[in-house]
């Protein structure tokens, strides 16, 4: 099953982001079977403000823990987090059945 997370960023964290950025990476690495695709959310000049992430995960309770033990998440980044169940319906301009 998967999972979208969307969290906006605290509006002091851009220093937290860019610290804790390595440790982030290196934990998306470590799960990245977990992981459909993600990125972050930019602000108007560009500059990170948030994260969305599809996880595959069996069910919302894994899907909590994964996004738990981020390290941005760990941090105290996000001001606001939402995980919600997801379904792709078009993925690289083609419709999935």
């Known amino acids: 099953m998967q999972f979208i997370l969307i969290a906006h960023d605290r509006a002091d964290g851009l220093p937290i982001r860019k610290q804790t950025r390595p440790d982030h990476i290196a934990y998306l690495t470590e799960i990245a079977g977990n992981i ?57 301009g083609a419709i999935t059945p």
Not at 64 to 70: F, H, M, Q, R, S
Not at 74 to 85: C, S
């Open 36 to 92: 459909v695709f993600g990125g972050p959310l930019l602000d108007d000049d560009g500059n990170p403000c948030g994260s969305t992430i599809i996880y595959e995960a069996p069910d919302r309770a894994m899907a909590e823990t994964l996004v738990a033990n981020d390290p941005y998440s760990r941090a105290g980044l996000f001001d606001r987090v939402e995980i919600r169940a997801f379904r792709t319906v078009v993925r690289d």
